[in-house]
């Protein structure tokens, strides 16, 4: 029997065609691949290459010291000090002895166990992570510690730079405070190696130079593993070195030599630290500010403002409540300078610019005289405009106006000097503007004139926009609108005692003077300076200066006393002379500027009490003890005694 061979299967039709397709489409792809992997490992292989070494170190600040700041003759006002944080390390300590750990850990720090536990149990997956326990740590809990730490394993103490104010609240307004950089700093600065939670100078002299004092920060280079971030610790010096692994455990090694920080610039001052406290210990238990320049040079030899508040109560431990308070304002506020933050009615101190400026326009000479009946009318006026001596002065000239302070001769010299010319003069001295003093936020006052009226009463009637003769007659005696800083005054009685110059006040040495082209005359400054001279001296008979109460005897002094309104004549008339019955924030600011001729340097001062009420009693006194000490600590002779006032009704008067 014949056996039929099987019959072959049949190819289907296209066999060899997808076959082939899909041999050029897998050589396609291998040609891409190794195309690719041209690009990656040959291409681009510097990239890359630095990409993995990213990834595989990382590069971690050191913070630089901030620089220092000296006042005159090398006097320290901040530094830096080392401040030590503890910081526990769960992965160093035994699972078995982790809970006893950290309650004697909150046990010896002083913190509370429960939140110890948690912050521990936040990094359980993490457990090489320094978790910081407690910032800025006493000598005493750095003795304990050290004392136990055989029973805190996994516990470290790293120090870094904090700063340090070491004058307390001696000038601590002007140094200004410390604050963690925020968001709108981080991106202005963002060129500038900032980062988040690093402390910047929020105010004053710190904020001022933030960019000479913040230094430049380091690094240091160490293996970084995929599981986390590395290690870095301190010895007791602040010293980094290489913790021995990182957040999961692996070994770190340091890649390269450290790049050490550099400390910021230090700064100095032209502050006399002790004249600056004691003009701070002769404002205590009253608002104001004492100035005191060298007339010469614009120099600030101190700057007082009361109340005012100690820096470092921003980085040291222990003043949260205090802080808050602080930077919540409060009345008065201590965080305002008063000498160039706060604006002031200048009062009877504005005479000495328009005198100046009248004898220099020529409306007056110094031979010029008016009659003083105690008041003054306007032509057509509806209301007289008073003296402060309100039975009159007599006859006076421009000496004997600035001596006695009398208001009816600066209302008739104001109304033939005219407010455009006085607006002139004003500017040229540096009222109603600022006067270029390096701190931040200075305030820059204000001069009323037609222009300044006119936007003030844009839209109004065009009889509210008009500029008065009783507008010109309120600024005459620097009431009404006008508004002054006590740096601004005493800028202004500098330039009548270094001969007729505009100084800039500042304070850093590197500042330097800086002197306007000679605005006023040798006769000018020789009249002014007569009367300035007779308003302080004391006479051997009645009456005298309104003044006579900073006079020191030996000593060439210049003055002038201020009294400026707060409220209206009418409001004060109702307490009949009793003025201590006026509430206290509606009485009369209290001015006093100064000047010293024959002792070098020459000085120029200001002070200013708020609702000190007059300037002969509240702030003349002030002066004369600063002249006093400042000459006395310069090697200068001793001052005598101050003779006795021989016209005890002078005091009451401006």
């Not at 070994?251 to 701070?280: F, I, N, Y």
Request: aromatic share 8%; with cysteine.
């Amino acid at each position: 029997m014949l056996i039929q061979p099987k019959n072959e299967p049949e190819r289907y039709e296209g066999v060899e065609t997808r076959v082939q397709f899909f041999g050029v489409l897998l050589l396609a792809a291998l040609a891409v691949l190794c195309v690719r992997l041209w690009s990656l490992q040959v291409l681009n292989l510097s990239e890359f290459t630095a990409l993995a070494e990213h990834n595989r170190v990382s590069q971690t600040r050191l913070a630089s010291d901030r620089g220092l700041i000296f006042a005159r003759g090398g006097v320290v006002m901040a530094d830096n000090r080392a401040s030590a944080d503890a910081v526990f390390v769960p992965g160093e300590c035994p699972e078995d002895r982790l809970n006893a750990v950290c309650a004697r850990l909150a046990e010896i720090t002083g913190t509370a166990e429960k939140w110890v536990t948690t912050e521990v149990a936040k990094f359980r997956r993490s457990p090489f992570t320094q978790i910081i326990i407690k910032r800025d740590l006493t000598k005493a809990d750095r003795i304990r510690i050290e004392e136990h730490q055989h029973e805190l394993p996994g516990i470290t103490i790293i120090v870094h730079p904090q700063r340090r104010y070491l004058q307390g609240e001696t000038a601590g307004q002007l140094l200004g405070y410390l604050g963690e950089i925020n968001q709108n700093e981080l991106d202005a600065w963002s060129d500038e190696g900032y980062s988040l939670g690093d402390l910047v100078g929020k105010d004053g002299l710190e904020r001022q130079y933030e960019h000479v004092l913040h230094g430049q920060d380091g690094y240091m280079v160490v293996t970084k593993y995929a599981s986390g971030q590395p290690q870095l610790l301190t010895d007791k010096s602040g010293q980094p070195y290489i913790a021995k692994r990182d957040t999961r455990g692996h070994l770190l090694e340091k890649e390269a030599d450290p790049v050490p920080p550099r400390s910021g610039k230090p700064l100095h001052l032209t502050l006399d630290l002790g004249l600056q406290r004691k003009c701070e210990e002769l404002l205590h238990g009253v608002v104001g500010a004492i100035v005191t320049l060298d007339a010469d040079t614009g120099a600030v030899l101190a700057m007082a403002s009361t109340p005012n508040y100690d820096p470092g109560v921003f980085v040291t431990r222990g003043h949260d409540t205090e802080r808050t308070d602080l930077l919540m304002g409060g009345n008065p506020n201590r965080m305002t300078h008063r000498a160039f933050r706060e604006i002031y009615p200048p009062g009877s101190v504005f005479k000495v610019l328009l005198a100046a400026a009248a004898l220099e326009e020529g409306a007056i000479k110094p031979g010029s005289t008016f009659f003083c009946p105690g008041h003054y009318e306007l032509p057509g006026g509806s209301r007289p405009w008073h003296c402060w001596k309100h039975s009159g002065h007599g006859t006076v000239g421009v000496v004997e106006a600035l001596t006695f302070s009398c208001d009816v001769f600066f209302y008739n010299v104001g109304l033939k000097l005219g407010v455009d010319k006085i607006s002139k003069w004003c500017h040229a001295v540096g009222l109603g503007e600022k006067t270029g003093l390096d701190l931040p936020g200075e305030m820059p006052g204000l001069i009323p004139d037609r222009e300044w009226k006119a936007k003030l009463y844009a839209g109004k009637d065009p009889s509210e926009r008009r500029w008065y003769d009783g507008d010109t007659v309120n600024l005459s005696i620097g009431q009404g609108s006008a508004a002054a800083t006590p740096l601004q005054s005493a800028a202004l009685i500098a330039c009548i005692v270094n001969g007729g110059y505009r100084v800039r006040p500042y304070l850093c040495e590197e500042q330097g003077p800086k002197k306007s082209e000679r605005l006023f005359s040798d006769a000018t400054i020789k009249t002014v300076t007569e009367g300035l001279r007779k308003c302080v001296q004391q006479g051997p008979t009645p009456p005298t200066g309104t003044g006579y109460l900073a006079h020191i005897d030996g000593i060439d002094i210049i003055g002038k006393t201020g009294s400026a309104q707060v409220a209206s004549q009418s409001f004060q008339d109702k307490y009949k002379g009793d003025e201590e019955s006026i509430p206290y924030e509606m009485r009369e600011h209290a001015w006093f500027v100064a000047g010293v001729l024959d002792r070098s340097p020459k000085i120029a001062l200001c002070v200013l009490v708020e609702h000190g009420l007059h300037g002969a009693r509240a702030a003349a006194p002030y002066a004369k003890e600063v002249i006093d000490y400042f000459y006395a600590n310069q090697g200068a002779a001793s001052t005598p005694e101050t003779a006795a006032a021989p016209d005890a009704a002078a005091a009451k008067r401006e």
